[in-house]
């Protein structure tokens, strides 16, 4: 891997960004080498997936638009259907996965993280979709995840307007739920994860998928999804031992993910 590092701490997976210099900018190159890390991830082992970016200045400060500036309609439609392809994999991922947001979160950076279950981010985190100022639409599910995380109104006034914001107004209208110190940051995401990690990994994981797919369909049908994770757990070794632990008034042994 050239651009994008994947590395292990207990049951937890950290994927990082790594074009510091490009302010880790969104190529061809790196949409595919996060793929690859997708399909690299142990799901047997690893219980939360945290991703980030290298350096203290972005996150991802957007898609490259060196490689964008010269593509024809065709290959617009392209290179959009590359980053849709990715970010939707990473949203139905079965793990849940938290964006550490450190520095500008732009373009394609702000809908990589949309693309995650969390958000929580540094104090010099800067969000936005600045794409109609360069001529273009968001094209990696900006107009349609913005509006659902923080509502139409507010999305389409930072959309329309290109208008970037800070950290503080993100906690504010609900695209992160936390801002930290830099140096904090990365530290309560790990921390959070293991707090994740901790829980009956097949439970969360049918959390996950019930709210992904409830979410954009009506409530009689999304309780149906509900029902129908829920009885699933009721097969695990995990539900067996949580519940039982419960009624013998004992801490549960570690889930087993089975």
Known sequence: MEFVTYEV?????????????????????????????????????????????????????GAD??????????????????????????????????????????GGGCELSMSCDIRICSENA???????????TPGFGGTQRLMRVVGTGKAKEMIYGA????????????????????????????????TIAKNAPIAVRNCKKAMNEGIDVDMDQAIVIEEKLFGDCFETLDQKEGMNAFLEKRKHEEFQNK
């Open 65 to 106: 638009i060196g490689e964008m500036s010269t593509l024809t309609k065709a290959e617009g439609e392209a290179f959009g259907k590359k980053g849709n392809d990715v970010f939707r994999r990473l949203e139905t991922f079965p793990l849940p996965v938290i964006a550490a947001v450190n520095g500008f979160s732009l």
């Open 163 to 194: 208008r970037n914001i800070k950290a503080d107004e993100a906690y504010r209208i609900g695209l992160v739920n936390s801002v930290y110190p830099l140096e904090e940051l990365l530290p309560a995401a790990k921390k959070l994860a293991s």
């Open 9 to 61: 701490e207990g049951q937890v997976g950290i994927l990082t960004i790594n074009r510091p210099k490009a302010l880790n900018a969104l190529n061809s190159a790196v949409l595919d080498e996060l793929s690859a890390v997708l399909d690299a991830v142990d799901q047997d082992a690893i219980r939360c997936l945290i991703v980030t970016g290298a350096g203290e200045k972005a996150f991802v400060a």
């Open 126 to 136: 800067v969000f936005g979709q600045p794409e109609v100022g360069l001529g273009i």
